[in-house]
């Protein structure tokens, strides 16, 4: 039991820690964005070189996209589904709606930071004469897209940690509540 809380703690620790890094990525993303100075018009023509943000913004994708891979399993693992039990007399347990909420928010918030980055990431590359990003034309990533990305991020974190925590907590109360 005890080494079974030792993993647990540990996944817990290497979501938080690969959620920091994206965090973090996203405020180093937002300080290294190309700016309005870096943009070059040549008639109508107009040019963007890369900026770092680009690598910070794949850094941020892939750390956050880890965490919460990482932390769907270590709840989908301590929950303990099984499909397979037939109806008996004994209600199954049921999953804890806290939990429920938390990782709805959990993926809500995953998904607008995956759009978020993917399209400012996707912006911070090199944008050629003629070529662009959109349609020929040049855009930049407004101040403060990785900011509200990194928000993002927290709150995608901390409620996909909040509902493994619920359920194991409800799962330990569960254990100590039956008669041995």
Same mark, same amino acid.
């Given at each position: 039991? &005890?080494?079974?809380?030792?993993?647990?703690?540990?996944?817990?620790?290497?979501? %938080?820690?690969?959620?920091?890094?994206?965090?973090?990525?996203? %405020?180093?993303? &937002? *300080?290294?964005?190309?700016?309005?100075?870096?943009?070059?018009?040549?008639?109508?023509?107009?040019? #963007?070189?890369?900026?770092?943000?680009?690598?910070?913004? %794949?850094?941020?994708?892939?750390?956050?996209?880890?965490?919460?891979?990482?932390?769907?399993? *270590? *709840?989908?693992?301590?929950?303990?589904?099984?499909?397979?039990?037939?109806?008996?007399? &004994?209600?199954?347990?049921?999953?804890?709606? *806290?939990?429920?909420?938390? #990782?709805?928010?959990?993926?809500?918030?995953?998904?607008? %930071?995956?759009l978020l980055l993917s399209a400012a990431s996707s912006m911070?590359?090199?944008?050629?004469?003629?070529?662009?990003?959109?349609?020929? &034309?040049?855009?930049?990533?407004?101040?403060?897209?990785?900011?509200?990305?990194?928000?993002?991020?927290?709150?995608?974190?901390?409620?996909?940690?909040?509902?493994?925590?619920?359920?194991?907590?409800?799962?330990?109360?569960?254990?100590t509540a039956l008669p041995k």
């Amino acid at each position: 039991m &005890e080494k079974h809380h030792l993993c647990y703690t540990l996944s817990l620790s290497i979501i %938080v820690s690969l959620a920091l890094i994206a965090f973090v990525s996203c %405020v180093a993303a &937002e *300080l290294h964005r190309t700016k309005t100075n870096d943009l070059k018009l040549d008639g109508k023509l107009c040019y #963007l070189p890369e900026s770092r943000a680009f690598g910070y913004g %794949v850094a941020a994708l892939a750390c956050l996209v880890m965490a919460q891979v990482i932390g769907n399993i *270590l *709840l989908c693992t301590s929950c303990n589904f099984n499909l397979r039990k037939k109806k008996s007399s &004994e209600q199954s347990p049921k999953r804890p709606n *806290l939990a429920t909420i938390f #990782l709805l928010v959990s993926w809500a918030s995953f998904t607008v %930071v995956i759009l978020l980055l993917s399209a400012a990431s996707s912006m911070s590359r090199r944008q050629p004469y003629a070529a662009g990003w959109l349609g020929g &034309e040049c855009y930049l990533v407004k101040s403060g897209v990785y900011v509200a990305a990194a928000v993002l991020i927290l709150i995608s974190t901390c409620s996909t940690v909040g509902s493994a925590v619920t359920v194991q907590i409800n799962k330990s109360r569960k254990s100590t509540a039956l008669p041995k």
